[in-house]
């Protein structure tokens, strides 16, 4: 009796494909849970949308500014919330550093107040 040479290729082939398969359900099945937790209507925490949208990584975990980046402490005597709204949604001109596609329009708007209202939590 010969032994079939290609069996054992096949059915590793098969269970790759399986794998990959219960894997991929797996994965969606998390992505739906996560996109539905919160129950409805979600806060937004404006501290927390700093730190993920990287305004820390530039001006300073207190926001104090760098090299670089300005002081956000103080921000409220320079700009209105409006123009805070418009930098961070749209950046500022000439700028190859806060090009202003770090927040959507309405993380925006909630960092602005935060900004102008002290940062308080």
Same mark, same amino acid.
Not at 73 to 100: K, P, W
């Given at each position: 009796?010969?032994?079939?040479?290609?069996?054992?290729?096949?059915?590793?082939?098969?269970?790759?494909?399986?794998?990959?398969?219960?894997?991929?359900?797996?994965? $969606?099945?998390?992505?739906?849970?996560?996109?539905? !937790? @919160?129950?409805?209507?979600? #806060?937004? %925490?404006? =501290?927390?949308?700093? *730190?993920?949208?990287?305004?820390?990584?530039?001006?300073?975990?207190?926001?104090?500014?760098?090299?670089?980046?300005?002081?956000?402490?103080?921000?409220?005597?320079?700009?209105?919330?409006?123009? $805070?709204?418009?930098?961070?949604?749209?950046?500022? !001109? @000439?700028?190859?550093?806060? #090009?202003? %596609?770090? =927040?959507?329009?309405? *993380?925006?708007?909630?960092?602005?107040?935060?900004?102008?209202?002290?940062?308080?939590?």
């Amino acid at each position: 009796m010969k032994k079939n040479l290609i069996m054992p290729y096949a059915l590793i082939a098969l269970l790759g494909i399986v794998t990959m398969v219960v894997m991929g359900g797996v994965g $969606l099945a998390q992505m739906d849970q996560a996109e539905g !937790e @919160g129950g409805g209507e979600e #806060t937004l %925490d404006p =501290a927390e949308l700093v *730190e993920q949208n990287n305004c820390i990584s530039c001006h300073g975990a207190d926001l104090s500014g760098s090299g670089n980046a300005p002081d956000l402490t103080t921000v409220g005597d320079r700009y209105s919330q409006e123009e $805070l709204v418009d930098i961070i949604s749209n950046g500022v !001109e @000439g700028s190859n550093l806060m #090009t202003g %596609d770090y =927040a959507t329009a309405d *993380e925006a708007e909630v960092i602005a107040e935060w900004l102008l209202n002290g940062q308080e939590e």
